[in-house]
């Protein structure tokens, strides 16, 4: 089993910046690919960015160029640093890990990150 605690998240304003912390626990070995996705009220989670453990990077199209995903692998901690934020950008923001076995899939238990104009 793996755990995911995030951190980070708040209120900003239009056009100001966030780092998203999220602490990996547990069977760290079993992650293959780490990353952030969000959902905000009455939409589908939607993927923002991954990384995998050979460092290869996956943005949406919507964050390409203000977002930035990267890990410390020393603290077993990936980092999501939000730059340009926008109202739209308000979501709860989780953090997921992803290992070989399709239940080796999981969860942090997110963290509201919210955007005024």
């Known amino acids: 089993q793996v755990q995911l605690v995030e951190s980070g998240g708040g209120l900003v304003q239009a056009g100001g910046s966030l780092r998203l912390s999220c602490a990996a626990s547990?069977?760290?070995?079993?992650?293959?690919?780490i990353g952030w996705y969000r959902q905000a009220p009455g939409k589908q989670r939607e993927l923002v960015a991954t990384?995998?453990?050979?460092?290869?990077?996956n943005y949406a199209d919507s964050v390409k160029g203000r977002f930035t995903i990267s890990r410390d692998n020393a603290k077993n901690t990936v980092y999501l640093r939000m730059n340009s934020l926008k109202p739209e950008d308000t979501s709860v923001y989780y953090c997921?890990?992803?290992?070989?076995?399709?239940?080796?899939?999981?969860w942090g238990q997110g963290t509201q990150v919210t955007v005024s104009s």
């Open positions: 997921n890990a992803k290992g070989t076995f399709t239940w080796d899939d999981y």
């Open positions: 990384m995998s453990n050979g460092g290869s990077t």
């Open positions: 547990g069977s760290t070995y079993r992650i293959n690919v």
